[in-house]
C-alpha cells in the first residue's frame, strides 16, 4: 500500500509538471508600460471596423505618452480606404493598416511594415523580438478571413533575441469585437495550431495576401526560431472535478509567478468559476469554464487539464448549459412560428468555426428536429442555437408561414457568415432573388464601390443572420406580387435608397418617408429617425417593375439601400 500511496504521488507530481510547462517563464512583456486614456481596449464602433479600432489603441498606446493620439474610428477607417491596395475584397487590407499608422494626419509613432508571410514562425519571431525591442503594440490579423486583433504582449522561456530559438507559451491581445470587446490570453501552442488564430492562412483567392500569416511591424531584422509545446488532442478525457482540481493549481501557479499581468490583474482577486463545460469540435474535446464573473471564460484541455485560453469580456457573458432549457427555449421561439415539435433529440454542445462570434468561447448546441409547420407539413431539421439558448438557425424553412407569407431572412444554406457580395452578384434566398446594384448618395452621384455582408450582430432587430449594407442597393425579385412587404431594419448613418412600382426615392432617414405614397403603395415607418432600430412596412400591391439605376435597366419587387444600414426579415405577403 505504500508503495502504492508513492506511486500516485510521483505521478500527481508529474501530470502537475506537465500542466505547467505553458506558464513557466523566464520573459513576459505586456503593454504599453503606461495605461492610456481613454484605457484600453476600445470596441470596433461598426461591424467592419476591426481594423480601425486596432490602429485607435495603436496610436493611442505608443511608448512615449507625450506622442500618442487619440483618433476618431471614422477618420482611421477613411484613412485605410486610402491606403487600401485590394478595396473589392478587403474592409481594411494590411496596406490600408500599415498606411494609416503611418498617416501624417495623426501625428503618428514608429515606421510600420507589412510583415505577412506564408511562413508563420518567421512573422512571429520579428513580431515578439521587435515588440520587445521598441514596445509597440502590433496589429495582426487572425483566422482564414479578415478579423483584426491588437497583440499586447507574450510569455516566452527567454527574452527573444535578434536569431536564436525562443519557445512562445502565451500571447496576449485584445479583439475590439463589436459591441463587447475582449482580453485575450492563449497558449502559444493554441496560438499557432488553432483554426481561430494562426492555425490556418488567411482564405482569400485572388488576394496578394492568400495564404499568408498577417502582421504589421516595426521593420526588424531579426530572424529568431518560435518553438511552440505540443497540443494534446486525444487520449482519456478527464472527469470534471479533476478539471476543476487543474484549475486551481493552475491559478495558483499564476498568481505565484505573478503572470496576471495587465488587463487580467482581475485573477488575484476572489474569482470562482462555476461547472465545466465539456465541448467537441470535428477533431477533440475541450472544457469551457464560466467564472462568476460573467466576464471571464477559461478554456482548458480536456485530456491532460493543462490551461489553453482565458477571455476578459468587457460586457457579461450568458451559458445555458442545461439540456432541458435549450428544448425549453427551442420550444417557445417554435410557437412563433406556428411549428410544434414531433420529436426531439437531446441537444449535444459542439464548436463550428463557421457559427462562433468568439472562437471556442462560443460554441454551439445541435439539436435533430422532427418539426410540423403551420401547414401541417413535418420537417426534419438540425437546429443550431448559441450557448445563450437563441436558435441562429435551420428554422428558415418554417418562416413561411404556408403559401400565403415568402420571407428572406438570409440563412438559407448558400448564405454563409461573413459572406461579401458586389455590385453584379446575384444570390438566392427563400423564394427571392436578389442582385446587388449601385447605389445613389444624397448627392445624386452613383457608386459601385460598395458591398453587402451577411452578418448576424443584430443590428437590424432580428434574430440569427441579416445583411450588411454599404452603399449598394439590393433588388430584391419575389416569384410573384406581394399584397403588403415589411423587413426590419439598423440605420445608422448616411443617406438611403428605396424603389417601389418603379419609383425611385433617395431620402436621409425611413421617417421622412413615414406616411407617405411611393409608387401607389402607403409607407409606415416604426422608428426610423437614425442610429436606430425600426420595422419598415408596405401596403398594397407591389409588382415586378422596371428601374433605371445609373442608366442601368433593373427589374426588381422592391429596391432598398443604404450606406450604414442593416436589413432582415424581409417578408412578402402575397
Not at 493611442?60 to 487600401?84: E, V
Not at 491588437?150 to 500571447?171: A, C, F, K, M, R
Request: charged fraction near 20%; proline fraction near 6%; aromatic fraction near 12%.
Amino acid at each position: 500500500m505504500k508503495v502504492k500511496h508513492i506511486l500516485l504521488t510521483s505521478l500527481a507530481v508529474v501530470l502537475f509538471q506537465l500542466t505547467f510547462t505553458t506558464i513557466a517563464v523566464a520573459y513576459s512583456l505586456i503593454l504599453p508600460d503606461v495605461a492610456c486614456t481613454p484605457p484600453l481596449p476600445y470596441t470596433a464602433e461598426a461591424d467592419h471596423y476591426g481594423g480601425p479600432a486596432c490602429v485607435q489603441m495603436i496610436l493611442n498606446a505608443c511608448p512615449d505618452p507625450t506622442a500618442r493620439h487619440y483618433n476618431a474610428q471614422d477618420d482611421i477607417y477613411s484613412s485605410i480606404l486610402l491606403h487600401n491596395a485590394e478595396p473589392t475584397t478587403w474592409f481594411s487590407d494590411p496596406s490600408g493598416i500599415e498606411g494609416a499608422l503611418e498617416d501624417p494626419v495623426f501625428s503618428p509613432c514608429g515606421n510600420w511594415v507589412d510583415y505577412s508571410n506564408t511562413d508563420k514562425n518567421w512573422v512571429l519571431g520579428k513580431m515578439l523580438y521587435w515588440m520587445k525591442t521598441t514596445g509597440y503594440l502590433t496589429p495582426v490579423s487572425i483566422s482564414s478571413s479578415e478579423h483584426w486583433v491588437t497583440v499586447i504582449g507574450s510569455h516566452t522561456d527567454v527574452e527573444p533575441s535578434y536569431s536564436g530559438s525562443v519557445t512562445l507559451q502565451n500571447i496576449f491581445f485584445y479583439d475590439p469585437l463589436p459591441g463587447n470587446p475582449s482580453s485575450g490570453w492563449v497558449t502559444g501552442t493554441v496560438w499557432l495550431l488553432d483554426t481561430a488564430y494562426w492555425g490556418v492562412p488567411l482564405n482569400k483567392p485572388g488576394s496578394a495576401w492568400h495564404n499568408k500569416y498577417i502582421a504589421i511591424i516595426e521593420p526588424p531584422g531579426a530572424i529568431p526560431k518560435v518553438i511552440v509545446p505540443k497540443w494534446i488532442l486525444e487520449g482519456r478525457i478527464l472527469p470534471v472535478k479533476e478539471i476543476k482540481r487543474y484549475f486551481d493549481l493552475w491559478l495558483k501557479e499564476v498568481r505565484k509567478r505573478e503572470l496576471a499581468q495587465g488587463p487580467f490583474k482581475i485573477l488575484h482577486k476572489d474569482v470562482r468559476i462555476e461547472k465545466p463545460i465539456l465541448t467537441k469540435t470535428a477533431r477533440y474535446s475541450y472544457y469551457l469554464i464560466p467564472f462568476k464573473d460573467r466576464r471571464l471564460a477559461a478554456i482548458f484541455n480536456a485530456y491532460n487539464g493543462s490551461f489553453e485560453e482565458l477571455r476578459y469580456f468587457q460586457q457579461p457573458q450568458r451559458y445555458v448549459v442545461n439540456p432541458k432549457v435549450i428544448n425549453n427555449r427551442l420550444s417557445e421561439t417554435l410557437r412563433a412560428y406556428k411549428a410544434d415539435i414531433v420529436e426531439i433529440s437531446t441537444p449535444k454542445l459542439q464548436y463550428d468555426p463557421e457559427l462562433t462570434t468568439v472562437g471556442r468561447f462560443s460554441p454551439t448546441w445541435k439539436v435533430q428536429a422532427a418539426v410540423r409547420d403551420a401547414s401541417g407539413k413535418e420537417h426534419k431539421l438540425p437546429i443550431y442555437l448559441n450557448i445563450r439558448g437563441e436558435v441562429i438557425s435551420s428554422l428558415e424553412r418554417l418562416r413561411a408561414k404556408g403559401p400565403e407569407m415568402c420571407c428572406v431572412h438570409f440563412e438559407g444554406p448558400l448564405l454563409k457568415l461573413g459572406a461579401v457580395y458586389r455590385v453584379g452578384d446575384t444570390f438566392i434566398d427563400s423564394c427571392a432573388k436578389i442582385t446587388v446594384q449601385p447605389f445613389q448618395w444624397s448627392n445624386k452621384k452613383w457608386t459601385k464601390d460598395g458591398f453587402a455582408e451577411v452578418g448576424n450582430a443584430g443590428r437590424a432587430g432580428g434574430s440569427g443572420q441579416e445583411m450588411t449594407i454599404n452603399n449598394v442597393n439590393l433588388a430584391f425579385e419575389f416569384r410573384s406580387s406581394c399584397k403588403d412587404l415589411s423587413l426590419r431594419f439598423g440605420e445608422y448613418g448616411g443617406n438611403l435608397n428605396i424603389g417601389i412600382n418603379g419609383d425611385f426615392r433617395n431620402f436621409e432617414n425611413f421617417a421622412d418617408i413615414n406616411n407617405t405614397t411611393i409608387g401607389g403603395i402607403n409607407i409606415s415607418v416604426v422608428n426610423g429617425f437614425g442610429n436606430d432600430k425600426g420595422m419598415l412596412k408596405l401596403s398594397g400591391t407591389i409588382h415586378k417593375s422596371k428601374f433605371t439605376l445609373e442608366e442601368k435597366e433593373v427589374w426588381a419587387s422592391i429596391i432598398i439601400g443604404g450606406q450604414e444600414l442593416w436589413i432582415d426579415d424581409v417578408c412578402c405577403l402575397r
